[in-house]
């Protein structure tokens, strides 16, 4: 281990509401008040962001099974590069991570990668079949995971889900859930609306999320139970939130930052790659999600970095994949919104980090608090640059934000007091 001084930084750590300029000091992968001697490494931060190291709730890392589209190694690498300390990986793997073995074997091969950490999350049903429900107390017991997602697929039996959430509510579990009715969306390509008609796309009706959104927060009033809502993007599904929340229930969400940023438009101009699940909406939705993100109903940021082959991006919208990557725009993405005010830099950070550990769980982290574990993150919020995917560490290059002039990027990543990650100076 070595010992780091980062100097001349604006520090914004929203776990003890402090944004100022000072110095941050590393010893043994824990950050100390102060070192006795002269720092191993001396990092000169003006003008850089220096925060807490950012956790992203939702991402595919694809193995095992589709090792074409993205591996732990290069996604854990485009997670540091994305300025991410620790990701959770969803269980659409094959075999699905739905048993101790699966989510073990990532967990060692992410462990023994070092870099960004992962935790591996648990389907909620055997093979998100929908069918039978997993095992979760030896899950927790065995594995100590404690998020359980179908993700990809929403639990759409009724009484199946309500016995997973009375099971689960006791493990003090989080319950995320990719909302939507297979009965009502039969999977259409994109958002039921003026710009599907336009072309012609059969459309998935609003209500195939809304309605599920609903049925949760009502099982988190039954049972106590911990909701958090995958990748919201409906205004009424937002407002439902809003009201649970009012209502004390242990209910949050997140939201992407494509949602935040591309309406159904998208599909015109980029075709398959503005494909994704749930689908982009009109404007009115991307303004709601912005306003529930500035205001704390839209917990976190998340990605949903989902990584794809160009082949299965190629093809007719009815027949191509779901989903964009993220790990590598989120920060320049989100950057772009505390541009134009519409969130502060407080609340980009407390989004991406504070408010990600605190419902996953994660003690000392999402913080610089002394004594705590040296995850930190540097962002340069002041430096122009184009968006290529090429340059891309993910294997996915399926984003429509080729081309976007972000005003900054993440330039360095530590994880355990070790730089992952940096990009100083260009």
Known sequence: MTTIHIRNGRIIDPSENRDESGD?????????????????????ATGLWVVP?????HVHLREPGFEHKETIETGCHAAA???FTKIVAMPNTNPTADNPDVIDRVMRKAQSLGGTRVI?????????KGIELVDFKRIVDETGVTVFTDDGDGVSDDALM??????????NAVISQHSEYAHISKKAAMHDGDVSKSINIVGQPIESEDAMVRRDIGLAQKYNARIHVSHISSATAIEAVRNAKARGLSVTAEVTPHHLHLTDDAVLEAGTIAKVAPPLRPSEHVTACRAALADGTIDIIATDHAPHTLDDKAGAIDTAAFGMVGLEIAVPTILDLVRHEIISPMRMIDAMSTRPANILGLLGEGTLRVG???????????????????TFKSKGINTPF????APGKAVMTIVDGDVVYE???T
């Open 24 to 44: 941050l000091f590393i010893e043994n992968g824990v950050l100390v008040a102060s070192l006795n001697q002269a720092a191993d490494r001396v990092i000169d």
């Open 53 to 57: 190291g950012l956790i992203d709730a």
């Open 81 to 83: 590069a994305g300025g």
């Open 120 to 128: 591996q999350s648990c389907a909620i049903t055997k093979g998100r």
């Open 162 to 171: 309500e016995t997973a959430v009375q099971q689960l509510a006791p493990l």
């Open 372 to 390: 705590t574990r040296a995850d930190v993150t540097l962002i340069a919020p002041d430096r122009p640059f184009e968006i290529d995917p090429r």
């Open 402 to 405: 080729a081309g976007f002039r």
């Open 423 to 425: 990009d100083m100076h």
